[in-house]
């Protein structure tokens, strides 16, 4: 596995969605992280003590994490230049970027002179499944969005733990390369080659028999045109039981399409129900998750209390305010027999 | 490109839908194949002589086409065996199997060794771009289907020959193995990273100002729990101002999956075209295709008449009757000002 401590990458980024790989980790595998690399135009912190790479190396870090993202994933000159330095200073690196670090010849020749290693954490298993459809033993909760970005990972992992916390047998389900990076396995379903992708989700999330529930993290939107595709499969693989939906009430367009705005919380629930049904007929709404990251802890408040009442589900923000609300509900309305054979 | 003329592979296939491909290419590239190949225990033939690989040879041939479809599509040790004994002959390999030729040690060995090629027609180009879903000139029709396998390529091709027929500037853009072996040109969609789907389709049919049209070739089905993901990204990316609904009235359950229904026309459709509306907003339904092949001619005229009435669209079987009843009515609904700038 990818030898920690982390040193965390940020380099000039000024866009907090785009460093979200690196902050995913600085908050759930704080003990594991020493400090963060960034350049003098790059506004944003993750709190964590900014660093040379020679300064990482001498505070015990192990490996570089280029923690950002970027559409597309491509692996620019800045990033080759700066991955390269650290190499030389002795880390080995990791990337969650589309774009392989084992397709640049300069990294591949800089860490083997090294002996060091490239880690490319969006390469999928192989071999994977087409996805079959049938339903299988055990419980699930889907992530779903209104959009990419937010917050469906740090809704599930919180979850994850809530459960946890109770006694309740859980296993966090990571489908992108922060989840992976945080939980240390996973699926990064965006790399998985099209015919696959719903049977990923079920490589992903076997069978279960111990009264236990699998949180599997969501990725993208229906109503995202780039990646649609990847949601509705991930939603057939998964077949939720339950299903929570995540919204960020302060993003102004879709994620990188100025052309196209928000779909509504109804609208998207409906469509997360309909698409799922074809799996799983029982699966239901559980909960609402909204990132009141930008509003005063008043309107926060408000804002989720009015949205549970306008929908008759638990509404939090999960960061804020825990999930205790949505894992009450979950646990009232699981399905009293295991769904284990048939379908429609 | 691909040596012709083609010999069709069978081998020991006893399914009709396994042999698609060959089917395929017997049908719309009929001049340029030689011969079929066929175990003893092959009970179907595309009406070409039966001939070994030596006789094809002889007979002209340049290139074995691995014409047969299987879930998963991998390469077993019969096809292995079979594709060693054509290169031993002297004949080059086409394959769009998802488990390609080049990894199969052995093969690339023999083609090294007698000078020969291997094609794996499923590798998608690099460097697809992420889809965008902005609005683009020029007018597309895409086929979507209630199932896998329902006929949406043959209808596809048949609506580009009829247009073209008519003086109408079209070109049929092809996404699967099938239909790029015919078109010598596309996308394998279903080899596509889940990232790009829509943009793997927004390059293939990119802004045209003819006035012509792009007929897409259709994907799996929004009701197919295996591949409902593919389908979605293609909608998204076609932005189609049209779509035909393909169905096969005999089919019994879902392609392979013997646990699930095909879903109802009025259902299918009715998705098909809300998914279709978040990047094409005035989409339309133009026509439904059914494949009546398992019906008498009296029983086909009946269904499509019954069905042109339930839905107030043209209904043909394209293969039997054509499609002209279908272009009509597109011709008739043509959006009168080119869709070129804004969305929602």
Redesign the interface.
Known sequence: MIPSPYFLYLGHSNDEIGIKTSRGLAVFRREDCVGEFRHDDCGLTLGLPRMSFAEAIAAGARTLVLGIAN???RLGEDLVRDALAALDAGLNIASGL?QRLRDEPRLVAAAKAKGLTLFDVRDPAPDL??????RRAGKRLLTVGTDCSVGKMYTTLLLARALQARGVPADFRATGQTGILIAGDGVP???????F???AIEHLSPARHDDGWDLIEGQGS??H??????????L?GAQPDALVLCHDPDRPHMR??P???LPGLTECLE?NL??AR??NPDVRAVGIALNTAKLTPEAATRLCAETADAFGLPCVDPVRMGVEPIIDWMRTCEPSAPAAT???
């Open positions: 559409a597309g994933g589309h499944p087409v996805g079959d459809g049938k379903l965006d790399a998985v080659v099209a015919d992708i719903s049977g229906l109503f045109p780039s990646f649609a595709g990847v949601s509705t499969g991930l057939h990188g399409l052309h196209y705005q469509a309909r698409t074809l799996t048939a379908s429609r």
